[in-house]
């Protein structure tokens, strides 16, 4: 089976992602909580999937804005499970909803979500799911191994022959520092 390196080029939705976004080191809150929502979304399904999705999943979350996701209300949750643009699934709102609030709580204690995660690195894939299940909801071995990995805090997303990664480590991203 091909990997993610050899099928993403020149494709219309994964090869934007992988050029531009997967393995790069996130600088800010919403982007981090965008991409630990898209993970816990594409649970069970492809990341194609949910690739095609993101534009509306930035609309129906509100530009991934943590303190307006954090106060949505059961109209909201109404709404999104409504939303045939999206994935609709109660688990997964709920926990959009829920992790948007532990985010909040991080940022007061840590500063940023991302100060939480860099508070946290380095450590092995196994520690970070055992924090991440005691942490968020809906955050099980592969999702949080892939967010951690599009997010720059594990390595793997690229091949070394990727010309992608060479640019990816010029971002320095936490796992190779």
């Keep these: 089976m091909a990997d993610y390196c050899d099928l993403a080029p020149g494709h219309p939705f994964h090869g934007p992602y992988h050029d531009h976004d997967y393995g790069f080191p996130v600088e800010d809150d919403a982007t981090l909580f965008e991409r630990l929502v898209l993970e816990i979304n594409q649970a069970g399904l492809s990341w194609l999937t949910v690739l095609k999705k993101r534009e509306a999943f930035f609309e129906a979350f509100r530009g991934f804005d943590i303190d307006r996701v954090a106060a949505f209300d059961d109209d909201d949750r109404a709404r999104l499970l409504s939303d045939a643009s999206i994935i609709r699934n109660r688990l997964k709102v709920d926990a959009a909803i829920h992790n948007a609030q532990v985010v909040q709580q991080l940022q007061q204690e840590y500063g940023s979500f991302r100060a939480w995660l860099d508070a946290h690195h380095p450590r092995p894939h196994g520690d970070w799911v055992k924090l991440f299940k005691r942490t968020f ?9 892939e967010f951690l990995m599009s997010t720059g805090y594990l390595s793997g997303a690229h ?10 480590l010029a ?3 936490p796992w190779a520092r």
């Design 159 to 168: 091949r070394d022959d990727c010309p992608v990664q060479a640019q990816v």
């Design 171 to 173: 971002a320095a991203p």
């Design 137 to 145: 909801r809906f955050t099980g071995p592969e999702i949080v191994n």
